[in-house]
């Protein structure tokens, strides 16, 4: 299994990137090959007394910033780490492809250089996120602003196999982000799309409202990418504020520093559970072959977790179960007509 790294996307590369990349060759058996600039991830390695033997290295020229706008992937940044990168992943030179950098030129570049999964309207980005009880998926959550009923129909079945084959949820509870339960709640994109998931085989449950996501509500939450993403940060901010009030909590005084003591296995529990590095990075849904988003600021173990979930994501074959379903459905589709 070989991942292909880009070694310079994300606020904290190319360091944290090379540490996450050793991390994850050492304890998961892969092969990984940094892209970017040879001498800079030489010499920050020799900085840093990071041992890189036995990783590959692909030189690329440039970066593409997170100010620049997506399209830039396939005009002046096409020589940068992330277009070199998915380059060879088209090219089959790897199996997956890792990057923290720009979402949309990302997203882009997947669409465009890497291609999308025969039937596929649109590539939908899929945070694994925490709930009450678990993990929960959310998809799209920021690659479509836009969407149509049947884009988002697409993003339930290719986020019930991914339950199924990467997290091991035997049939998955599929869910509709709406403003309540009801089903004539919404725009006329919740009404439409609550239908095709209603007349599928998918196990659809209904509408989710923003209050039940996190209390276990399904476990593929299906949105539009512009609600999708505004969950996400909400979800990530909430998270964050509960954690530091705790933490405020416990550091108060002696006698709240002494209760902290006595339960420190549950709070360092329940803080893991709400930490967005345990789910890794969030695979581009869609694609031909695997992409990974790993967070814009992730820290080298955040990183590990992202080319984890590559390697799952390819080992289990949900590209090609995806293939499969979508045949059937078309399928289906025609017999209906």
Same mark, same amino acid.
């Given at each position: 299994?070989?991942?292909?790294?880009?070694?310079?996307?994300?606020?904290?590369?190319?360091?944290?990137?090379?540490?996450?990349?050793? @991390?994850?060759?050492?304890?998961?058996?892969?092969?990984?090959?940094?892209?970017?600039?040879?001498?800079?991830?030489?010499?920050?390695?020799?900085?840093?007394?990071?041992?890189?033997?036995?990783?590959? *290295?692909? $030189?690329?020229?440039?970066?593409?910033?997170?100010?620049?706008?997506? #399209?830039?992937?396939?005009?002046?940044? #096409?020589?940068?780490? @992330?277009?070199?990168?998915?380059?060879?992943?088209?090219?089959?030179?790897?199996?997956?492809? !890792?990057?923290?950098?720009?979402?949309?030129?990302?997203?882009?570049?997947?669409?465009? *250089?890497? =291609?999308?999964?025969?039937?596929?309207?649109?590539?939908?980005?899929?945070?694994?996120?925490?709930?009450?009880?678990?993990?929960? @998926?959310?998809?799209?959550?920021?690659?479509?602003?836009?969407? =149509?009923?049947?884009?988002?129909?697409?993003?339930?079945?290719?986020?019930?196999?991914?339950?199924?084959?990467?997290?091991? +949820?035997?049939?998955?509870?599929?869910?509709?982000?709406?403003?309540?339960?009801?089903? $004539?709640?919404?725009?006329?994109?919740? $009404?439409?799309?609550?239908?095709?998931? #209603?007349? #599928?085989?998918?196990?659809?449950? &209904?509408?989710?409202?923003?209050?039940?996501?996190?209390?276990?509500?399904?476990? !593929?939450?299906?949105?539009?990418?512009?609600?999708?993403?505004?969950?996400?940060?909400?979800?990530?901010?909430?998270?964050?504020?509960?954690?530091?009030?705790?933490?405020?909590?416990?550091?108060?005084?002696?006698?709240? %520093? +002494?209760?902290?003591?006595?339960?420190?296995?549950?709070?360092?529990?329940?803080?893991?559970?709400?930490?967005?590095?345990?789910? &890794?990075?969030?695979?581009?849904?869609?694609?031909?072959?695997?992409?990974?988003?790993? $967070?814009?600021?992730?820290?080298? %173990?955040?990183? =590990?977790?992202?080319?984890?979930?590559?390697?799952?994501?390819?080992?289990?074959?949900?590209? &090609?179960?995806?293939?499969?379903?979508?045949?059937?459905?078309?399928?289906?589709?025609?017999?209906?007509?």
């Amino acid at each position: 299994m070989k991942i292909i790294v880009d070694a310079f996307g994300g606020d904290n590369a190319p360091l944290e990137i090379i540490k996450g990349a050793v @991390m994850a060759k050492n304890e998961y058996n892969v092969d990984i090959v940094l892209v970017g600039n040879e001498e800079v991830i030489r010499q920050v390695a020799v900085d840093n007394d990071i041992d890189i033997y036995g990783i590959e *290295i692909a $030189h690329a020229d440039s970066v593409i910033s997170q100010e620049e706008p997506g #399209s830039e992937i396939m005009k002046s940044k #096409s020589d940068s780490s @992330m277009a070199v990168g998915l380059k060879m992943l088209a090219n089959k030179e790897g199996d997956a492809f !890792v990057s923290a950098g720009n979402s949309g030129a990302l997203c882009v570049g997947a669409t465009l *250089i890497v =291609k999308r999964i025969k039937g596929i309207k649109r590539p939908g980005f899929a945070a694994i996120l925490p709930n009450l009880n678990g993990r929960f @998926m959310l998809v799209d959550c920021g690659a479509n602003v836009e969407c =149509k009923p049947n884009m988002l129909k697409q993003f339930a079945i290719m986020g019930s196999i991914y339950m199924q084959k990467v997290m091991g +949820i035997e049939n998955p509870r599929i869910g509709l982000a709406n403003v309540g339960t009801e089903e $004539h709640k919404g725009t006329p994109l919740q $009404h439409e799309t609550y239908k095709l998931l #209603s007349n #599928s085989n998918l196990n659809f449950v &209904g509408n989710v409202e923003g209050r039940d996501i996190p209390l276990d509500g399904c476990d !593929v939450l299906v949105a539009d990418g512009f609600t999708g993403n505004l969950i996400l940060k909400t979800y990530e901010g909430v998270a964050l504020a509960i954690l530091k009030k705790i933490k405020g909590i416990f550091t108060k005084n002696i006698k709240n %520093k +002494i209760s902290a003591a006595l339960i420190m296995k549950d709070v360092k529990e329940f803080k893991k559970a709400f930490d967005y590095s345990e789910g &890794g990075g969030a695979p581009i849904m869609g694609c031909s072959m695997p992409v990974f988003k790993a $967070h814009g600021n992730s820290d080298a %173990k955040t990183f =590990k977790m992202a080319i984890k979930m590559a390697k799952i994501y390819s080992e289990n074959d949900v590209i &090609g179960t995806i293939s499969q379903e979508l045949l059937k459905n078309r399928e289906s589709d025609k017999e209906d007509e």
